[in-house]
Each structure stands twice: as C-alpha cells, then as structure tokens.
C-alpha cells in the first residue's frame, strides 16, 4: 500500500506550458505539505495545508498555486512554466499536533522544463 | 548564513568505520531535531529523532547541543546499506515547518 502517492513521477515540458502535479495520501494524516528540490539538492518547503487550510506558503512565485480537495489531497499547478521550474517536487503528509511528527514524502515528481 | 548547515562530504569510508556528522543551526529558537536519510534518487525518510539527553538506535546515535547549536549523527560498523544522503533537520515554528539542510554524502565501500 502506498502512503503517499504522486504523478506523474516524470514531467518533461516546454517553457510557457501549464502543468499539474497531484498527491494522495491514505496515513489519514491532516497535513500535506510540497517540497522542491533543486539541482543542488536543497530541500525547500513551498505550501503547507492543514485540513484544507493554508497554514505555510513561502515566498513562492504567484505561478504556483497550490489546491487541497480534501485533505487526502493536495494538488500543485503550475504556470507559464519557466527553466528554473525543474526540479524534483516532492508531496509530504503529517499529523499536526503540539510536537511535530514525522513526514512522510512521496516518490517525487521529476519536472524537466525545456 | 543558510539556517540549518551541513559539510557536503563525501565521506567515503570502509565497511566497518564508525562516521560522524556534523550540523549546525543559525536560530536558536529551533524546537525540534531530526536526522532524515535520502537515497540517491529517492524521497527522504525520517532516520531519527534527535533528544536532548542524546538518543541511540542500534547503531546510530544523535546528539544536540542547544549552548553550540549543533547537532550530531554518529554511525557504528558502517554497512554498505548505509551509503545515502543525510540530512539534518530543524523544526522551529508551529505548523510542523520543517528546514532541511543540504545533506552530507556517505559512501560505504568494501
């Protein structure tokens, strides 16, 4: 069973495009969060919804924008994708509580803009 | 100054050395520690918590220093399983905001 899900695991496309990445999670966690790791493998936290709710959004260009359905989901749009959009973008779920938890990341999505 | 720092490495070492990790934190309001491993192309996933009075797991073990901020990983008998990517991570605000350093390679070899 997958904890956390993401797809596409690849994404290869042109600059200006408009593209989606979606995440699912079944640990019945009611926060997700979305990560991207650039070619010097930083790890940076972008968005982080709790029960739906917005509760982290760092200094992210205004082309991303983040989605939450529910909050086994968690969805990433992205627009009018630039060159430095490519990175592995990665969907991570916790239970919020007074002490942080360990998060739980899924595969990745390897984003390559051409 | 980047908030969470980590020496890049590689370390390479035999199978069987004992390997420590270094990592300093910039705000000392940081809250919570944490050891997450990474395997080259893969996602993290979380190694160890990292206490105050200093942990162990099997061969791991995880120090904190608060007056130096600075927190440790020490490996025993390394194994060549143990080749991955370590990244300390600092938890410093409400809402489980993690900051992941850059990650020091270990390489295990035979």
């Known amino acids: 069973d997958t904890a956390v899900s993401q797809t596409p695991k690849y994404l290869v496309t042109q600059m200006g495009n408009d593209k989606s990445i979606k995440c699912e999670q079944n640990?019945?966690?009611?926060?997700m969060y979305w990560y991207k790791q650039d070619s010097k493998k930083f790890l940076k936290i972008m968005f982080s919804?709790?029960?739906?709710?917005?509760?982290i959004n760092e200094t992210v260009p205004n082309r991303f924008s983040p989605k939450s359905p529910d909050k086994a989901h968690l969805n990433l749009h992205i627009n009018s994708l630039e060159l430095g959009d490519s990175a592995v973008y990665f969907c991570?779920?916790?239970?919020?509580?007074?002490?942080?938890?360990?998060?739980?990341f899924g595969p990745g999505t390897r984003l390559t803009v051409l | 100054r980047k908030e969470v720092e980590q020496d890049p490495g590689p370390f390479n070492v035999p199978e069987g050395a004992t390997v420590a990790f270094n990592c300093t934190y910039s705000?000392?309001?940081?809250?919570?520690f944490f050891w997450y491993r990474q395997d080259c192309r893969k996602e993290p996933k979380l190694l160890m918590s990292?206490?105050?009075s200093g942990n162990e797991d099997g061969r791991f073990t995880a120090q904190l220093n608060r007056a130096s901020q600075y927190i440790s990983l020490l490996i025993r008998d390394s194994k060549l399983s143990d080749s991955a990517t370590y990244l300390c991570?600092?938890?410093?605000?409400?809402?489980?905001?993690?900051?992941f350093g850059a990650g020091t390679i270990l390489r295990v070899k035979s």
């Open positions: 991570a779920s916790s239970q919020l509580g007074l002490l942080p938890h360990e998060q739980f």
């Open positions: 640990l019945g966690h009611d926060t």
């Open positions: 919804y709790n029960n739906k709710e917005l509760i």
């Open positions: 705000n000392s309001a940081s809250q919570s």
């Open positions: 990292v206490y105050s």
């Open positions: 991570v600092v938890n410093r605000e409400y809402g489980n905001k993690l900051v």
